[in-house]
């Protein structure tokens, strides 16, 4: 099958969204023709083939991509919502083909407005997920595949990073934005008698974070940095807890996966979606309530987990999840 994602930010971006297109991207790309169209650079490890759209917006880079898509492309992935949903709908209706919407926005006004441009199959990421876009899909076909993580990347037996930060390092890898709630992160480990926090990640907060964590006195417990994806398993490895406490509608959490199945335990918000992917992997709070978030980074730096984190990140492991896409395309056939 000619298999087409649209991916505005890939190349440019490391998070969730992008993960998920050169992930599944791959693993697809061994039995059909993948195409990714992407306004960045192409992906070092990419097994399928890139093609760069230079463009400023996504209703422009969609529009390039649309003009010159293969029209017996059979089943057209996007991911971006709202404009790209819109067109992407017209031209799959106007050539007669597929269109798939994964959730990656979570529940809310841009998965409602993906819903309302009836995609042949909307992908619900959650049991959550799909409850609420049942209530919402007006006749559209909901399917439940979640997110994955690549066991041969990330696993405990990865080599550590070297860490210019006192021990024990809770990581959060996460964009630096308000929807992921770092601020509350900081003030968290700031309660802390002992502990670093080392945040992975950049975004438009960043200023505002090192300055909060400035007048907290976190000083040389705390470190903003990024690194290439390919990078990360070292920084997993060499961090004790990994914690990320987004809000409540957040659609997924890749790191999470990425951190089980590292071997790390879990600190998240106490929501459906973050109790069925981290399972009994970790420890869940009101990241709103300073110490309640400071006990459960305390909590799971004094629990022995074993290789719980693991065993939970197996029912994720990326070639399960490309398995489902596949029965997925067959039945749209």
Not at 33 to 45: C, I
Not at 211 to 216: G, I, P, R, T, W
Not at 284 to 308: F, M, R, V
Request: charged share 25%.
């Amino acid at each position: 099958m000619k298999i087409a994602f649209l991916s505005f930010y890939s190349g440019k971006s490391p998070r969730g969204v992008e993960t998920y297109v050169h992930e599944l991207g791959n693993r697809l790309s061994v039995s059909h023709d993948v195409v990714v169209y992407q306004s960045g650079r192409e992906l070092p490890l990419a097994k399928y083939h890139c093609e760069e759209i230079p463009a400023r917006t996504i209703k422009s880079f969609t529009l390039r991509v649309l003009a010159r898509l293969a029209k017996n492309t059979d089943i057209v992935i996007a991911t971006n919502g709202r404009w790209q949903s819109f067109l992407c709908r017209f031209w799959t209706l106007l050539y007669g083909r597929k269109m798939i919407i994964p959730g990656q926005s979570g529940p809310g006004f841009d998965d409602r407005f993906n819903l309302l441009c009836r995609p042949d199959a909307f992908v619900a990421l959650t049991e959550f997920q799909k409850k609420w876009a049942v209530k919402n899909a007006l006749g559209v076909r909901i399917e439940k595949i979640p997110n994955g993580v690549d066991p041969e990347m990330f696993n405990p037996k990865v080599k550590p990073a070297q860490i210019d930060l006192p021990k024990p390092v809770f990581l959060c890898a996460a964009g630096l934005e308000k929807a992921k709630n770092i601020d509350l992160t900081i003030k968290a480990v700031a309660g802390l008698k002992q502990g670093s926090l080392l945040v992975m990640g950049d975004g438009p907060l960043r200023q505002e974070l090192e300055e909060l964590a400035k007048n907290l006195g976190l000083g040389g417990r705390i470190k903003f940095m990024q690194v290439d994806h390919e990078k990360m398993p070292a920084y997993f490895a060499a961090s004790n807890v990994v914690t990320m406490a987004p809000i409540p509608n957040e659609s997924f959490g890749i790191v999470y996966l990425e951190a089980m199945a590292s071997g790390k335990p879990i600190v998240a918000g106490d929501d459906p979606i973050r109790k069925e992917i981290i399972g009994e992997a970790g420890i869940l709070i009101n990241p709103k309530k300073t110490e309640e978030y400071a006990a459960g980074l305390q909590k799971a730096l004094e629990t022995n987990w074993g290789d719980l984190p693991h065993h939970q990140a197996e029912k994720f492991f990326w070639n399960k999840i490309a398995g489902q896409y596949e029965e997925l395309f067959k039945s749209l056939k």
